[in-house]
């Protein structure tokens, strides 16, 4: 080696030794990075999967806020007819609350010698003060009617969800039976539209008469399918109102009604509940109706349709309920009847 020979000394030799990344460039034993921490190698693996479940929340956020737009549309007090009497119609102001603690409004209109009483679930618009028409309507069928209003709509507190409305109409049924005094046998649910699915639940859960199903669907997935039929919501759909399945599981007297010209829920997706319902149950397609003029078109035939399932249903839940007493005042005697 040339720096050897001339100096002569081992000592004063070269020695190459292997570098790694660091010692190439130059950098001491001080300068050099420490390894990275073990939290942050988990933290940097970490963010993509935040990063994707925090736009899933989004996405859900979004999802469930276009959803309750299009199930929930309330107009609250004081917009909407708040002096029925000014239209004939004589109505009570009532409030009761459900069992998760909301306070509801409801228009009690008794008239004199009733043969029952309907208790009213409105559709998904507006409130109470818009059906006022039907109520003047139903008291030719000689009923008194309880129509209130769900939760986040007309004077009623809180707002609008799948099961809170559910929860609703089992209030009102609760304050029907309770401080009104309304029995079960003489009570008749009636849902038009979105509040045909509130109804069937409430039927599910309350003993009534009978049931009257207006221009209501299937479920909502379905509902999604038909009007967005080029985008896949219903794959999406979080409320549910699985009227399609509760419909297979009541057997009290059931009456479908559903306009052939229905823009809004088609004829066919009534027809489908209709049919996927256990008996007894009657169905009542009403030729040129749309979604919201069923009355019109109807008219006297609409009428004597609801006045004769009134009656037979109301007859025969009294009837049911005599039986029911004999038998249970012969077991407790110990006599067969």
Known sequence: MEEARSSGSVASMSVVVPVGPA????????????????????????????????????????????????????????????QPESYGVVAKDVFFRTVDDVELHAWWIPI????????????NAGNITNRIGIYRF?????????????????????????????????AAWDYLTGEIGETPERILLFGHSLGGAIAIDCA????????????????????????????????????QFRSFEKVAQLELPKLFIHGTADETIPFQVGQRLYENAAAPKQWYPVPHAGHNDVVRHGGVRYLWRL????????KAAKKTRV???????????GVMP
């Open 23 to 82: 010692d190439a460039v130059g950098l001491t034993a001080a300068e050099k990075p420490a390894p990275p921490r073990r939290g942050s190698l988990l933290w940097r693996a970490a963010v993509p999967s935040l990063a994707v479940a925090g736009g899933i929340g989004a996405l859900d956020f979004l999802r469930s806020r276009f959803q309750h737009s299009q199930t929930f549309l309330p107009e609250r007090y004081p917009n909407g007819l708040w």
């Open 112 to 123: 004199r010698r009733s043969k029952g009483t309907i208790l009213y679930c409105h559709g």
């Open 138 to 170: 139903l008291r030719k069928a000689r009923v008194n009617v309880l129509a209130f209003d769900y939760r986040g709509y007309g004077r009623s507190a809180g707002t609008p969800s799948e099961q809170g409305v559910f929860l609703d109409a089992r």
């Open 204 to 239: 599910v859960h309350r003993q009534v008469a009978g049931l009257i199903a207006q221009s209501t669907f299937t479920d909502s997935r379905e509902m999604a399918r038909v009007r967005f039929p080029r985008v896949p919501l219903h794959l999406l759909a979080r409320n």
């Open 307 to 314: 006045v004769r399932f009134a009656g037979s249903s109301l």
């Open 323 to 333: 039986n029911a007493r004999s038998v249970a005042a012969a077991d407790a005697s």
